[in-house]
């Protein structure tokens, strides 16, 4: 895998920020991991500096996400707990949605969510700005493509993993402080984030 932390496609209202992610179930501590794909809104700013100055930009408000994982402990490429999340109440998700076909062919899902844009059926996307969907329906298999490079069985190892979810480490040390059962928790697994010091 050489994609990088993360891969962000920006439009004139919207963004597509894809990245690997690594994740800890708080009621039984199996652990998931995988590529998340998520759109943002773009916040424009008011102009600062000179007509040559670089502009901020800020892609900010969470619109919908779709987490392509697997569990660690099933066969990479299973896709057994590949989920959604179609909306978000200020940045916190609504619950996972499921779907078969996710688990079936994940990439085929997502092909066709960008695709259809909230218009085809079975879509789960926002409605975005018009420019924006048109351009990102054009996009599609760029966005797959993309996604794919940060897929669960991509990743072979915890250092691999760590690498590519590093900046996460304090949602996972997060994880680990709520964890119902942290007794089943793979804790060899978990140090590289537990025993991390914040830069």
């Not at 619109?63 to 099933?74: G, I, M």
């Not at 599609?140 to 493509?145: A, I, K």
């Not at 480490?169 to 991390?196: C, G, H, N, W």
Request: hydrophobic share 35%.
């Amino acid at each position: 895998m050489e994609a990088g932390v993360q891969q962000v496609l920006t439009f004139w209202r919207t963004a597509v920020v894809i990245r690997h992610w690594f994740e800890i179930d708080l009621d039984d501590a199996s652990m998931e991991h995988g590529a998340r794909i998520e759109l943002r809104e773009l916040v424009r700013g008011p102009h600062r500096g000179s007509e040559s100055a670089s502009q901020l930009i800020t892609a900010d408000r969470p619109l919908w996400r779709a987490d392509l994982f697997d569990r660690l402990v099933d066969e990479p490429g299973s896709y057994t707990v590949a989920h959604y999340h179609p909306e978000f109440a200020g940045n916190e998700p609504s619950g996972r949605n499921w779907d078969p076909r996710l688990s079936a062919d994940p990439w085929g899902w997502l092909h066709d969510q960008f695709a259809g844009l909230g218009t085809a059926a079975g879509s789960t996307m926002p409605d975005l700005d018009p420019q924006d969907a048109s351009e990102l329906s054009g996009l599609v298999e760029t966005v797959v493509s993309m996604a794919r490079q940060f897929a669960p069985e991509r990743c072979h190892s915890a250092d691999q993993c760590y690498g590519l979810t590093r900046d996460a480490r304090t949602s996972v040390q997060a994880m680990i402080e709520y964890l119902k059962r942290p007794d089943l928790l793979d804790t060899d697994r978990v140090a590289p984030y537990r025993d991390a010091v914040p830069t």
